[in-house]
């Protein structure tokens, strides 16, 4: 069976439905995997939602491993003088490697962890992680990225899950799905800005402009069939990444990342008719 590794800062909903909606689709046996341990970059008694997060993986019974960055961190800077990751966020990581030296997952999945994941790490387990844009899209948050899009007057955006590379955010995209910005119900939106500056919609409307927030939904409203339709193309044979950190097909050619489009339109479809 297909293994995954599962990392996690656990700091709230959007964590516990990720684990939550990939846990279900395992027991239903819509996925064919199994994930082999959670962990969590915090301990019990950080916070209630971790607690709450780290319940809920004990409960589906999946080894649990967690350290603490925030203790292991004792208020040393994330950076160095060059704008490296700092020698602890290394060692840390050195740290969670050996903790998981009993596990062998066939895929690593970043869902809401927290932390910049270093060269050691993402060399020894292939990991992938959510990036709020279609490949080729913008860089950043899923805020920066909805702003740029803008910007930019883009006509498309989308969603997709990429490699984890020691360069962040850099990494190949290994599965995406593509939604147009433009035609109803965009169209009434983009006129309502026609000729302002961005910048002084942000001051003035801020992520209340109708706008952004249509953009963010429709990209929100797909990141977790996303995710899952990643899971299940792995674990199904459809994608996969080889040794050489190269995005392949069921026929092990090599791919610049798997459309998921049709799939996820489909998934989604109903909720963006309410």
């Known amino acids: 069976m297909y293994q995954l590794g599962w990392f996690s800062t656990g700091r709230g909903e959007g964590s516990k439905g990720l684990l ?14 199994r994930v082999q341990f959670v ?22 019974g999946i080894p649990l491993v967690s350290l603490s960055y925030r203790r292991f961190k004792e208020g ?3 950076m160095d003088v060059r704008g490296n990751l700092a020698p602890w966020r290394l060692e840390y990581d050195r740290e969670v ?3 998981l030296k009993s596990f062998h997952p066939d895929l690593c999945i970043l869902a809401g962890y927290m932390l910049i994941v270093g ?36 006509e498309s ?21 593509k939604f147009p910005i433009r035609g109803e119900p965009f169209d009434r939106h983009w006129d309502e800005i026609r000729g302002q500056d961005v910048a002084e919609i942000k001051k003035t409307q801020g992520e209340d ?23 299940k193309g792995f674990s199904g044979g459809r994608v996969s990444i080889s040794d050489d950190r190269q995005v392949k097909d069921a026929h092990g050619s090599t791919i610049s990342g798997y459309d998921l489009t049709a799939e996820i339109d489909e ?6 008719l309410r």
């Not at 939550?20 to 046996?29: L, Y």
């Not at 060399?123 to 910007?151: C, D, F, Q, S």
């Not at 998934?267 to 963006?272: F, G, I, S, T």
């Open 20 to 33: 939550r909606t990939v846990q279900e689709n395992i027991q239903t046996g819509e996925i064919n995997a």
């Open 39 to 60: 962990f969590c970059s915090r301990e019990r008694g950080e916070t209630g939602a971790t607690d709450a997060y780290l319940k809920m993986a004990e409960n589906y």
């Open 76 to 78: 040393r800077p994330d």
């Open 97 to 99: 490697m050996a903790k």
């Open 119 to 154: 060269p050691e790490m993402c060399t020894r387990y292939k990991m992938i992680n959510l990036h709020p844009a279609a490949p080729g899209g913008p860089a950043g948050t899923w805020r920066e990225v909805i702003w740029k899009l803008i910007e930019e007057k883009a």
């Open 157 to 177: 955006t989308g969603v997709m899950m990429h490699l984890v590379i020691p360069e962040l955010d850099k990494g190949p995209a290994v599965t995406y799905c």
């Open 209 to 231: 402009n109708p706008l952004f927030k249509l953009i963010r939904r429709c990209g929100y409203v797909r990141e977790l069939p996303l995710i899952v339709a990643t899971i």
């Open 267 to 272: 998934a989604v479809k109903d909720q963006l």
